[in-house]
T-cell receptor, first 114, second 112 residues
C-alpha cells in the first residue's frame, strides 16, 4: 500500500502564479487534511474534509482553496501565490471512526514562492 | 479553539539518559493525544497515542502519561539512542472531525 501520496515534492512559483497540490490516499480513510509547516510554528491546519463531499476551514485558510474530488483525493489550490505561502505542505488522512485515529501523513511538498 | 503548548523547544541528552517532553492543552473536551516523530526532511510519523480514559501507555522505550485534571500530557523516552534524534510533536483533538492541534515541536538531540 502506498498510504498517502502527494505531488509534486518540490515547486518554485513566482508571485501571482497558481498551482494545485495533489493528495491521494488508498487506506479508505474518511477524513483528509492539509497542513503547512513553518519553522518554529509546528503544523497548522489549512483545510480539512471530514468526509467525501464536505470541506471546512482550518486555522490558516486565507489564500487557499480545496476540493475533495472523491473519497481518495483531496487537492489544495493556491490561486495567486504569495511569498508568505513559502512553506512545506503536508496532506494527511485518518479514519475517524476508530478510537485512535492518528494521522497518516504524505511525504510533503516543499513550495517556494519568489 | 484548542491551544497546545509544548516544552522544551530543544532538548539535548546523552545517549542512555531519559528525555521528557511536556505539553499542555486548553480545551477540556479534548480526548485524544497523539505524539509524532519527524526526522529531518521526512514526514511526521505517529509513535504513540493515548485517549482521555487512559492515564498511561507504554510501548518499549517510549511512554505517554496524561493528567486530565491539570490538562497536561508528557512523552518519556528511556535509554535514548542516537536514532531518537528528531523533532517530536504533541497534539490534541477535541474530537471534532479528527482535527488535531499541534504543539510547536521539540528538537531532541542525542549525543553519543
Amino acid at each position: 500500500n502506498a498510504g498517502v501520496t502527494q505531488t509534486p515534492k518540490f515547486q518554485v512559483l513566482k508571485t501571482g502564479q497558481s498551482m494545485t497540490l495533489q493528495c491521494a490516499q488508498d487506506m479508505n480513510h474518511n477524513s483528509m487534511y492539509w497542513y503547512r509547516q513553518d519553522p518554529g510554528m509546528g503544523l497548522r491546519l489549512i483545510y480539512y474534509s471530514a468526509s467525501e463531499g464536505t470541506t471546512d476551514k482550518g486555522e490558516v485558510p486565507n489564500g487557499y482553496n480545496v476540493s475533495r474530488l472523491n473519497k481518495r483525493e483531496f487537492s489544495l489550490r493556491l490561486e495567486s501565490a504569495a511569498p508568505s505561502q513559502t512553506s512545506v505542505y503536508f496532506c494527511a488522512s485518518s479514519d475517524t471512526g476508530r478510537a485512535n485515529y492518528g494521522y497518516t501523513f504524505g511525504s510533503g511538498t516543499r513550495l517556494t514562492v519568489v | 479553539g484548542e491551544n497546545v503548548e509544548q516544552h522544551p523547544s530543544t532538548l539535548s541528552v546523552q545517549e542512555g539518559d531519559s528525555a521528557v517532553i511536556k505539553c499542555t492543552y486548553s480545551d477540556s473536551a479534548s480526548n485524544y493525544f497523539p505524539w509524532y516523530k519527524q526526522e529531518l526532511g521526512k514526514r511526521p510519523q505517529l509513535i504513540i497515542d493515548i485517549r482521555s480514559n487512559v492515564g498511561e501507555k507504554k510501548d518499549q522505550r517510549i511512554a505517554v502519561t496524561l493528567n486530565k485534571t491539570a490538562k497536561h500530557f508528557s512523552l518519556h523516552i528511556t535509554e535514548t539512542q542516537p536514532e531518537d534524534s528528531a523533532v517530536y510533536f504533541c497534539a490534541a483533538s477535541p474530537g471534532s472531525w479528527g482535527k488535531l492541534q499541534f504543539g510547536a515541536g521539540t528538537q531532541v538531540v542525542v549525543t553519543p
